[in-house]
C-alpha cells in the first residue's frame, strides 16, 4: 500500500487550523492510515487502497476537516465549463478524459503534493501507468480545444520535460529516462498517443512524458489535468481524485467536454449514495448495503 | 568396595540395585580405581599386603600390547579384532587406575582421492599415452584412443588429454598440428619413471603408509590424494603400569555390571567381581525425541482453537485462481495477482471449476452480481481464474469452506503453508503459515470478532489487543488489532473483518454473515519462541533446537 509523506505546515494551511504531530499521529489511524515515521515536520503514512484520497495532502486535509468538527458534510466545488477535447486516440489507449482547476496558489510543497499524488496513483490504480495515466498542464500555455490523437513516432517532435531539445516520439521512448523506463507500454505500436493544444503544440505523449513548455511552476495559476486510460471506470475515478484534490488548493473547477465521435463525456462530481441499515449498525455490523 | 579378597556383593547391594534397575547400566560412570582395586594377599607377603590389580581380559592384553612401546588406538583394535569405539571404555579404565596414559594428537591423514583408488588397479593416463608412443613414435590426438585399443589399453578422451599434458609439462611429447610426437627415448623414460614411483607412493598410502616424501606434493596437485583431519590416540604404559605386569599384580577376572538371577542362582556371584558404581557423578545427558518447537507452537494454538469452538479445514497448495483471488472479490488487474507476487504453475497450467460458480463470481466482479454493489466495472476472464497458482493466502480455504457448507451455524480454521516470491531474509521468506479463520452465522458481528481478537490475545498471552480501522479487498468493514511488543512497540498481528456481500452471494452464503480472521503466526511464533530470525523456525541445528524451552504455556 502507498507510503506518502505530507509536511505539517502544509496540512495545516489546508485544514485552516494549525495541527501538531499528535493529533495528526492520532487521526490518520482513524483514516485507516498507518503512520510510519515523524521527523522534521514531515508525517509519512501508509494509506489504504480504497482511500486514494488520501494520496497527498489535499484529501488528507479534506478528511481532517470532516473528522475534527471543523466542515461537516458534503464538500461541495464550484464547476464551471472550461473547454472542449476531441478524442482521436489511439485504440489500445481508447479513453481520455479532462478538467481543469482555476485560482491555484502553488509553492514548491504543493507541487511536490501533486506530483506524490500522481505517482501514488500512477502505481496503484494506475497499475504503473499501463490503466491509468495522469498528465497536469500549465493551463495559460494552452488553448482550447485540445486534441488527443495517434502520431507517427518520426516526424512529431517536441521538447520533453527536463530536456533543452526536441525529439521525436520514438527518440523519446529511447533517450529519456521516463521513454526508457515505460517504453514497454508503447512496444510494437506503429503510432503513439500525443496530446496536442488548437495551435498544434504538443502538451504530453501519454503515458510518457510531459512537455517542458506546459510544465507547472510556482506561478501557475490554472491547470489542465489529463488522464488518459484502457479503463474508463479507473480513469473517471482517478481524475476525480486529482481534480478535486488540486480544488483543494484553487478557487473552482473547470469541466472539459470530451467529444469522440459520437459520444460526448463530462466529469461528474454527483455524490453516488449508498442505502444503510441503521438497526444492523447499531447491533455492531457496520453492513454496507 | 570389597575389604577382602573373597567377594562379598551384599554390602554393594544398594547402589549395585541401582545399577541393575538402570537398563543403560553401562553409560554410568565408573569410579575406577576404586571399583577395580581389589587389595588382597599375595602369598607369603602376609605383613605387606601388595595391591592386586584385576581387569577383564581384554585390559590385560592391551597392556600386553603396550609393554613394547607406545601403541596408536586403531592398531591396537586390529590386532585384538576389535572395533576402536569398543576399546574406549576399558581403555579409560585402565588409565584411570594408573597403569596407562592416554595422549590425543590432532593429526592429518593422507588418503587416497577416488581417482587415486583407481589407478591402483590400472595405468596412469600418461603411462597409456606413453605406451602408444614408444610403439607409434607419433600419433594424432584423435586416434589416440583407437591406437592405445590396439594395445588393449582403454584410453578416454580426458585421459587421453590428460597424459599427454602430464607428458608435456615434462618435455617427454610436443604436440602440433594435433599431432603427438615423443621428444626421444630418455625424456620418456623419465616421464615413465616418474609414473611408476606414482603409483607405487599411491599403493603405500593405500596401505597406509607415507608414500614417497616427494612425490606428495604431486599427488595431491594431480588431487590423487588428499589430507584428511583425524585424531590418534597414543597409549602408552605408566611406569606403575610395566612394574605391575612385571612383577605379575595383574590378574584378570570376570567383571559384572549387572546383576541377574541367573548370576543369582548359579553362584557365580560368589566367584565374581563387581563393579562399583559412583553415584555422585552425573550421568550423560540423554535427549528423549521432542517434536520441533514450531510444530509444537503450531499444534499448541490448534488446540487452542478447537478449544474455542474451531474446526480445522483444509485445502490444496496448487490453488486455482478464481479461489485464491476471484472469489475472494480480487480483480483480475490487483498487482498481487502480478507473477512477482504469485507462483504460478508451469504445467498443467489450468483447472477446472464449476460453470454456475464462475459465472455468478464473473457477474459479480462486472457489475456487483445480485449483491447491489457496483462490482469492478471490467470484462472478467473465466480463463484467468483457472489459471493454477500456488496459494499466496489461505484464505482461498476458507472461500472453499464456504462454498462447501454456505450457510449455517460453524467456526473453522486453516494453518498452513502459502507461498509468494519473496527473497529470503530474517524477515521474509518464499513460504510461511497463515492462520486464518471464519466465524459463520445469522447473528454474528464486528464487535464479535474484536472480541474474538481480545479472546484469544489473551489466550496466546499476547497482552492488550489496539484495534483500528483497516482495508481489504475482501472483507468491509475491515480491522487490524495490533499486540504491544516489548521492544518493537505496536505490532499488527490480527487482519479481520466481515467478508463482503460480493464474495459471500457467488459462494452461496445468502442468510449468514461471516466474520473472518487471520493471524501472522508466523510474527507471533518469533514473538513467543524469542527467535529474531524467521529462517531459525525452520531450523533443523538439533543444538539450537534442544535449547528451546516448550513454547507458550497457559
Same mark, same amino acid.
Given at each position: 500500500m502507498p507510503v506518502c509523506r505530507v509536511a505539517l505546515y502544509d496540512v495545516s494551511r489546508l485544514v485552516g487550523e494549525e495541527l501538531d504531530v499528535e493529533t495528526l499521529s492520532e487521526m490518520l489511524p482513524r483514516l485507516k492510515c498507518e503512520v510510519e515515521g515523524v521527523e522534521g515536520g514531515y508525517v509519512e503514512y501508509e494509506a489504504t487502497h480504497d482511500r486514494p484520497d488520501l494520496f497527498s495532502a489535499e484529501g488528507l486535509a479534506r478528511a481532517l476537516r470532516g473528522l475534527l468538527g471543523f466542515e461537516l458534510g458534503l464538500r461541495t466545488f464550484c464547476v464551471e465549463h472550461s473547454g472542449k477535447a476531441f478524442n482521436e486516440g489511439p485504440s489500445y489507449r481508447p479513453y481520455i478524459l479532462l478538467a481543469t482547476v482555476h485560482g491555484l496558489s502553488l509553492d514548491d510543497e504543493a507541487i511536490a503534493q501533486v506530483m506524490q499524488l500522481q505517482e501514488k496513483l500512477h502505481a496503484t490504480?494506475?497499475?504503473?501507468?499501463?490503466?491509468?495515466?495522469?498528465?497536469?498542464?500549465?493551463?495559460?500555455?494552452?488553448?482550447?480545444?485540445?486534441?488527443?490523437? #495517434?502520431?507517427?513516432?518520426?516526424?512529431?517532435? /517536441?521538447?520533453?520535460?527536463?530536456? !533543452?531539445?526536441?525529439?521525436?516520439?520514438?527518440?523519446?521512448?529511447?533517450?529519456?529516462?521516463?521513454?526508457?523506463?515505460?517504453?514497454? +507500454?508503447?512496444?510494437?505500436? !506503429?503510432?503513439?498517443?500525443?496530446?496536442l493544444d488548437s495551435r498544434g503544440k504538443v502538451l504530453s505523449m501519454p503515458p510518457i512524458v510531459n512537455s517542458e513548455e506546459t510544465r507547472v511552476t510556482e506561478r501557475t495559476r490554472d491547470v489542465l489535468i489529463d488522464v488518459t486510460a484502457t479503463d474508463r471506470k479507473a480513469a473517471e475515478d482517478v481524475l476525480a481524485v486529482v481534480t478535486t484534490a488540486l480544488a483543494e488548493r484553487g478557487e473552482k473547477i473547470g469541466l472539459v467536454e470530451v467529444l469522440s465521435g459520437e459520444d460526448s463525456w463530462l466529469l461528474s462530481l454527483e455524490p453516488r449514495s449508498v442505502e444503510l441499515n441503521v438497526e444492523l449498525v447499531e447491533q455492531g455490523h457496520y453492513c454496507t448495503g | 568396595m570389597y575389604k577382602s579378597s573373597k567377594p562379598q556383593p551384599w554390602p554393594l547391594s544398594s547402589s549395585l540395585a541401582k545399577g541393575c534397575c538402570s537398563s543403560s547400566a553401562a553409560v554410568w560412570m565408573i569410579k575406577g580405581l576404586k571399583s577395580l582395586v581389589v587389595s588382597g594377599l599375595v602369598a607369603g607377603v602376609q605383613d605387606a599386603p601388595i595391591p592386586i590389580l584385576t581387569v577383564e581380559e581384554i585390559q590385560r592384553r592391551i597392556l600386553e600390547l603396550c609393554m613394547e612401546g607406545p601403541r596408536e588406538i586403531s592398531e591396537i583394535a586390529r590386532q585384538l579384532g576389535k572395533r576402536k569405539e569398543d576399546l574406549m571404555r576399558s581403555i579409560e579404565e585402565l588409565r584411570l587406575l594408573g597403569l596407562i596414559t592416554v595422549e590425543r594428537r590432532q593429526v592429518e591423514k593422507l588418503e587416497l582421492t577416488e581417482e587415486g583408488v583407481s589407478y591402483l588397479?590400472?595405468?596412469?593416463?600418461?603411462?597409456?599415452?606413453?605406451?602408444?608412443?614408444?610403439?607409434?613414435?607419433?600419433?594424432?590426438?584423435?586416434?589416440?584412443?583407437?591406437?592405445?585399443?590396439?594395445?588393449?589399453?582403454?584410453?578416454?578422451?580426458?585421459?587421453?588429454?590428460?597424459g599427454i599434458m602430464h607428458l608435456a609439462r615434462v618435455g617427454a611429447v610436443v604436440v602440433r598440428d594435433g599431432v603427438v610426437t615423443a621428444s626421444g627415448e630418455d625424456p620418456l623414460k623419465r616421464a615413465l619413471n616418474e609414473a611408476k614411483a606414482i603409483r607405487e607412493?599411491?599403493?603405500?598410502?593405500?596401505?597406509?603408509?607415507?608414500?614417497?616424501?616427494?612425490?606428495? !606434493?604431486?599427488?595431491?596437485?594431480?588431487?590423487?590424494?588428499?589430507?584428511?583431519?583425524?585424531?590418534?590416540?597414543?597409549?602408552?604404559?605408566?611406569?606403575?603400569?610395566k612394574r605391575a605386569l612385571a612383577e605379575g599384580r595383574v590378574s584378570t577376572a570376570k567383571l559384572i555390571t549387572t546383576l541377574t538371577p541367573q548370576i543369582i542362582l548359579s553362584g557365580? &556371584?560368589?566367584?565374581?567381581?563387581?563393579?562399583?558404581?559412583?553415584?555422585?557423578?552425573?550421568?550423560?545427558?540423554?535427549?528423549?525425541?521432542?517434536?520441533?518447537?514450531?510444530?509444537? /507452537? +503450531?499444534?499448541?494454538?490448534?488446540?487452542?482453537?478447537?478449544?474455542?469452538?474451531?474446526?480445522?479445514?483444509?485445502?490444496?497448495?496448487?490453488?486455482? #485462481?478464481? &479461489?485464491?483471488?476471484?472469489?475472494? /472479490?480480487?480483480?483480475?488487474?490487483?498487482?498481487?495477482?502480478?507473477?512477482h507476487d504469485t507462483f504460478f504453475l508451469r504445467n498443467p497450467t489450468a483447472g477446472r471449476a464449476p460453470e454456475e460458480l464462475l459465472r455468478r463470481v464473473g457477474a459479480v466482479h462486472e457489475s456487483g452480481g445480485d449483491t447491489g454493489s457496483r462490482g469492478w466495472g471490467y470484462r472478467w476472464d473465466p480463463s484467468k481464474a483457472l489459471r493454477l497458482v500456488l496459494r499466496t493466502q489461505t484464505t482461498a480455504v476458507s472461500a472453499r469452506t464456504l462454498y462447501a457448507r454456505g450457510d449455517g451455524e460453524y467456526r473453522c480454521f486453516?494453518?498452513?503453508?502459502?507461498?509468494?516470491?519473496?527473497? +529470503?531474509?530474517?524477515?521474509?521468506?518464499?513460504?510461511?503459515?497463515? +492462520?486464518?479463520?471464519?466465524?459463520?452465522?445469522?447473528?454474528?458481528?464486528?464487535?464479535?470478532?474484536?472480541?474474538?481478537?481480545?479472546?484469544?490475545?489473551?489466550?496466546?498471552?499476547l497482552g492488550p489487543v489496539k484495534i483500528k480501522p483497516a482495508y481489504f479487498p475482501f472483507t468491509e468493514p475491515s480491522v487490524e488489532g495490533y499486540i504491544k511488543h516489548e521492544k518493537l512497540g505496536w505490532m499488527e498481528v490480527f487482519p479481520g473483518g466481515m467478508f463482503r456481500p460480493e464474495v459471500l452471494r457467488p459462494l452461496g452464503v445468502k442468510e449468514s454473515n461471516v466474520a473472518a480472521w487471520g493471524i501472522g503466526i508466523d510474527r507471533i511464533?518469533?514473538?513467543?519462541?524469542?527467535?529474531?530470525?524467521?529462517?531459525?523456525?525452520?531450523?533443523?541445528?538439533l543444538e539450537f533446537l534442544r535449547g528451546w524451552s516448550p513454547p507458550l504455556r497457559w
Amino acid at each position: 500500500m502507498p507510503v506518502c509523506r505530507v509536511a505539517l505546515y502544509d496540512v495545516s494551511r489546508l485544514v485552516g487550523e494549525e495541527l501538531d504531530v499528535e493529533t495528526l499521529s492520532e487521526m490518520l489511524p482513524r483514516l485507516k492510515c498507518e503512520v510510519e515515521g515523524v521527523e522534521g515536520g514531515y508525517v509519512e503514512y501508509e494509506a489504504t487502497h480504497d482511500r486514494p484520497d488520501l494520496f497527498s495532502a489535499e484529501g488528507l486535509a479534506r478528511a481532517l476537516r470532516g473528522l475534527l468538527g471543523f466542515e461537516l458534510g458534503l464538500r461541495t466545488f464550484c464547476v464551471e465549463h472550461s473547454g472542449k477535447a476531441f478524442n482521436e486516440g489511439p485504440s489500445y489507449r481508447p479513453y481520455i478524459l479532462l478538467a481543469t482547476v482555476h485560482g491555484l496558489s502553488l509553492d514548491d510543497e504543493a507541487i511536490a503534493q501533486v506530483m506524490q499524488l500522481q505517482e501514488k496513483l500512477h502505481a496503484t490504480y494506475g497499475r504503473d501507468r499501463r490503466r491509468v495515466s495522469i498528465g497536469v498542464y500549465d493551463l495559460s500555455k494552452i488553448t482550447f480545444p485540445v486534441r488527443y490523437v #495517434e502520431a507517427d513516432p518520426d516526424s512529431n517532435r /517536441f521538447v520533453p520535460l527536463d530536456f !533543452e531539445e526536441e525529439m521525436s516520439l520514438r527518440e523519446i521512448l529511447e533517450r529519456h529516462p521516463k521513454g526508457v523506463q515505460y517504453s514497454h +507500454l508503447l512496444a510494437g505500436k !506503429e503510432r503513439y498517443p500525443l496530446l496536442l493544444d488548437s495551435r498544434g503544440k504538443v502538451l504530453s505523449m501519454p503515458p510518457i512524458v510531459n512537455s517542458e513548455e506546459t510544465r507547472v511552476t510556482e506561478r501557475t495559476r490554472d491547470v489542465l489535468i489529463d488522464v488518459t486510460a484502457t479503463d474508463r471506470k479507473a480513469a473517471e475515478d482517478v481524475l476525480a481524485v486529482v481534480t478535486t484534490a488540486l480544488a483543494e488548493r484553487g478557487e473552482k473547477i473547470g469541466l472539459v467536454e470530451v467529444l469522440s465521435g459520437e459520444d460526448s463525456w463530462l466529469l461528474s462530481l454527483e455524490p453516488r449514495s449508498v442505502e444503510l441499515n441503521v438497526e444492523l449498525v447499531e447491533q455492531g455490523h457496520y453492513c454496507t448495503g | 568396595m570389597y575389604k577382602s579378597s573373597k567377594p562379598q556383593p551384599w554390602p554393594l547391594s544398594s547402589s549395585l540395585a541401582k545399577g541393575c534397575c538402570s537398563s543403560s547400566a553401562a553409560v554410568w560412570m565408573i569410579k575406577g580405581l576404586k571399583s577395580l582395586v581389589v587389595s588382597g594377599l599375595v602369598a607369603g607377603v602376609q605383613d605387606a599386603p601388595i595391591p592386586i590389580l584385576t581387569v577383564e581380559e581384554i585390559q590385560r592384553r592391551i597392556l600386553e600390547l603396550c609393554m613394547e612401546g607406545p601403541r596408536e588406538i586403531s592398531e591396537i583394535a586390529r590386532q585384538l579384532g576389535k572395533r576402536k569405539e569398543d576399546l574406549m571404555r576399558s581403555i579409560e579404565e585402565l588409565r584411570l587406575l594408573g597403569l596407562i596414559t592416554v595422549e590425543r594428537r590432532q593429526v592429518e591423514k593422507l588418503e587416497l582421492t577416488e581417482e587415486g583408488v583407481s589407478y591402483l588397479s590400472s595405468m596412469l593416463p600418461e603411462e597409456k599415452v606413453a605406451a602408444v608412443l614408444e610403439k607409434m613414435g607419433s600419433v594424432r590426438l584423435d586416434e589416440l584412443p583407437l591406437r592405445a585399443a590396439s594395445l588393449g589399453l582403454e584410453l578416454r578422451e580426458g585421459e587421453a588429454r590428460l597424459g599427454i599434458m602430464h607428458l608435456a609439462r615434462v618435455g617427454a611429447v610436443v604436440v602440433r598440428d594435433g599431432v603427438v610426437t615423443a621428444s626421444g627415448e630418455d625424456p620418456l623414460k623419465r616421464a615413465l619413471n616418474e609414473a611408476k614411483a606414482i603409483r607405487e607412493s599411491l599403493a603405500s598410502i593405500a596401505r597406509g603408509e607415507e608414500g614417497i616424501p616427494e612425490l606428495l !606434493e604431486t599427488l595431491k596437485r594431480r588431487k590423487l590424494v588428499t589430507t584428511r583431519k583425524g585424531v590418534e590416540i597414543l597409549v602408552s604404559l605408566t611406569e606403575e603400569g610395566k612394574r605391575a605386569l612385571a612383577e605379575g599384580r595383574v590378574s584378570t577376572a570376570k567383571l559384572i555390571t549387572t546383576l541377574t538371577p541367573q548370576i543369582i542362582l548359579s553362584g557365580e &556371584w560368589r566367584r565374581a567381581v563387581f563393579k562399583e558404581y559412583d553415584l555422585s557423578v552425573s550421568p550423560p545427558r540423554v535427549y528423549p525425541g521432542r517434536k520441533h518447537p514450531y510444530l509444537e /507452537f +503450531l499444534d499448541t494454538v490448534r488446540e487452542l482453537l478447537v478449544s474455542m469452538g474451531f474446526e480445522e479445514m483444509k485445502g490444496p497448495h496448487v490453488e486455482l #485462481e478464481l &479461489w485464491n483471488f476471484d472469489a475472494l /472479490f480480487q480483480a483480475q488487474d490487483h498487482p498481487a495477482r502480478e507473477i512477482h507476487d504469485t507462483f504460478f504453475l508451469r504445467n498443467p497450467t489450468a483447472g477446472r471449476a464449476p460453470e454456475e460458480l464462475l459465472r455468478r463470481v464473473g457477474a459479480v466482479h462486472e457489475s456487483g452480481g445480485d449483491t447491489g454493489s457496483r462490482g469492478w466495472g471490467y470484462r472478467w476472464d473465466p480463463s484467468k481464474a483457472l489459471r493454477l497458482v500456488l496459494r499466496t493466502q489461505t484464505t482461498a480455504v476458507s472461500a472453499r469452506t464456504l462454498y462447501a457448507r454456505g450457510d449455517g451455524e460453524y467456526r473453522c480454521f486453516a494453518l498452513d503453508r502459502v507461498f509468494r516470491p519473496e527473497n +529470503l531474509d530474517a524477515k521474509h521468506s518464499m513460504e510461511f503459515y497463515q +492462520l486464518e479463520g471464519i466465524i459463520v452465522s445469522r447473528r454474528v458481528t464486528l464487535r464479535h470478532l474484536i472480541g474474538f481478537f481480545h479472546e484469544l490475545a489473551r489466550a496466546l498471552g499476547l497482552g492488550p489487543v489496539k484495534i483500528k480501522p483497516a482495508y481489504f479487498p475482501f472483507t468491509e468493514p475491515s480491522v487490524e488489532g495490533y499486540i504491544k511488543h516489548e521492544k518493537l512497540g505496536w505490532m499488527e498481528v490480527f487482519p479481520g473483518g466481515m467478508f463482503r456481500p460480493e464474495v459471500l452471494r457467488p459462494l452461496g452464503v445468502k442468510e449468514s454473515n461471516v466474520a473472518a480472521w487471520g493471524i501472522g503466526i508466523d510474527r507471533i511464533a518469533m514473538a513467543a519462541l524469542g527467535v529474531d530470525d524467521i529462517r531459525l523456525l525452520f531450523s533443523q541445528d538439533l543444538e539450537f533446537l534442544r535449547g528451546w524451552s516448550p513454547p507458550l504455556r497457559w
